[in-house]
């Protein structure tokens, strides 16, 4: 069974920081494009920054210049570094990858549970 594990997400006050953390565990071949979504009360679920499957990264505009995807492949594992972070920010922040959990197996979309973020002014 593949799980997603985020964890780093709480409560900080406007200009701080927080960084966040995706494992991936099981029993997996491959682990292609990963990234960070969040959702806020009452809004759609969006991109916040992603690796694509050649490894370039994305980010959202809201978000560019404060946050920085990284990830460790030898430990299956996401970051999201988040600066001066914004009451804006608050969400529910999930992570999302795309693995191959076997070579013959075709590649499935796995998501976390969701971390919360919140932001105070």
């Known amino acids: 069974q593949v799980q997603l594990v985020e964890s780093g997400g709480g409560l900080v006050q406007a200009g701080g920081s927080l960084r966040l953390s995706c494992a991936v565990s099981g029993s997996i071949f491959r682990v292609n494009a990963m990234g960070w979504y969040r959702q806020a009360p009452g809004k759609q679920r969006e991109l916040v920054a992603g690796f694509t499957r050649a490894g370039n990264t994305n980010y959202a505009d809201a978000v560019k210049g404060r946050f920085t995807i990284s990830r460790d492949n030898a430990k299956n594992t996401l970051y999201l570094q988040m600066n001066s972070l914004k009451p804006e920010d608050t969400a529910v922040y999930y992570c999302?990858?795309?693995?191959?959990?076997?070579?013959?197996?075709?590649?499935?979309?796995?998501w976390g549970q969701g971390t919360q973020v919140a932001v105070s002014s």
């Open positions: 999302n990858a795309g693995i191959k959990r076997y070579s013959s197996w075709p590649e499935s979309d796995y």
